[in-house]
């Protein structure tokens, strides 16, 4: 950590986007909207509640886009983010939200826990993931990447993710513990290292994209970077992008994002498989439309 670095106004981005309880319940009737047309599947992967995964089924045999919501591991749900399947659904594309309990029920080590069950749960259906998430989510979707498979279940396989998808991440928890986030979380310096995937042996396989808001806090693209660097010079396939968004649609959250022939390219050469249209129009319905883009900045 940095001296002289206030990190409690580093990390409260609620106080930096003041609208942000008109957005999130527009997320909620987005999202309820898109379930009254398209009814997700329940799946169980554990004896709890929260134990959950909301799945949109595609039409093709292709990979799982699996996206965690954030909210620092102590808020929301699913049931905001829905709406996040329908542009991949309508490429083909399955997608799975999961769930899964709060702090301070729980520990952050046991959310990483359950969404490593979720993942089993997901890999019964015979296809590998693509595990993308925003904040807190990026923080999972990064550490589920850099899971041992089979030493959490032998019958699983080494790549069964085969990339993460990281907006907004955060992947040193050590800021966190002076900060009031961490009245929830609970967290000692020695545990926030322990749940810090920055520190972990990196992924022996797959790729990660971490992408922040041009207009994010610096420790928001510190941290971003600081994954990128560290796990790039151990040999992952990396990449580190900001994300500038369109004036037209900070008014308009509810507007279809336009082709951007950048991203699509960058995302159509992660791999050889159907997904590669629905990767692009992820990372731009989520990047670029201000309804989900400040997720990465309020959560």
């Given at each position: ?9 580093e ?47 595609g ?13 620092y ?18 490429h ?39 595990v ?20 959490f ?23 966190l513990?002076?900060?009031?986030i ?17 520190f972990?042996?990196?992924?022996m ?7 922040v ?8 693209l510190?941290?971003?970077k ?5 796990w ?68």
């Amino acid at each position: 950590m940095s001296a002289g670095v206030d990190y409690e106004v580093e990390y409260n981005n609620r106080a930096r986007v003041p609208e942000n309880p008109s957005l999130i319940a527009g997320w909620a009737r987005d999202a309820a909207a898109y379930c009254e047309r398209c009814a997700p599947r329940s799946i169980s992967y554990g004896a709890g509640l929260r134990n959950t995964i909301d799945l949109f089924p595609g039409d093709d045999d292709g990979p799982i886009v699996v996206f965690i919501h954030g909210g620092y591991w102590q808020a929301l749900d699913s049931s905001f983010f829905s709406h996040l399947a329908g542009g991949l659904n309508a490429h083909g594309v399955s997608v799975a939200i999961p769930n899964y309990d709060l702090c301070p029920d729980v520990t952050v080590d046991r959310i990483v826990q359950q969404m490593r069950m979720a993942s089993r749960e997901l890999s019964r259906l015979g296809r590998r993931l693509v595990v993308s998430g925003h904040s807190a989510g990026g923080h999972l979707a990064a550490c589920m990447l850099a899971t041992d498979w089979p030493a959490f279940d032998a019958s699983l396989p080494e790549d069964l993710v085969i990339a993460a998808y990281a907006i907004s991440g955060l992947f040193d928890l050590g800021p966190l513990v002076e900060t009031s986030i961490n009245h929830a979380l609970r967290l000692d310096h020695a545990a926030a290292r322990a749940v810090s995937p920055l520190f972990w042996n990196a992924p022996m396989r797959g790729s990660l994209d971490a992408v922040v808001g041009e207009n994010e806090s610096s420790e928001y693209l510190r941290q971003s970077k600081s994954i990128v660097d560290i796990w790039g010079a151990a040999g992952v396939a990396t990449r580190f992008g900001t994300v500038r968004p369109h004036p037209e649609e900070v008014t308009n959250g509810s507007r279809e994002c336009a082709p951007d022939d950048r991203l699509r390219g960058r995302l159509e050469g992660w791999a050889a498989i159907p997904i590669c249209d629905s990767r692009y129009w992820f990372s731009k319905k989520v990047l670029d439309c201000p309804d989900l883009g400040y997720c990465a900045k309020l959560l």
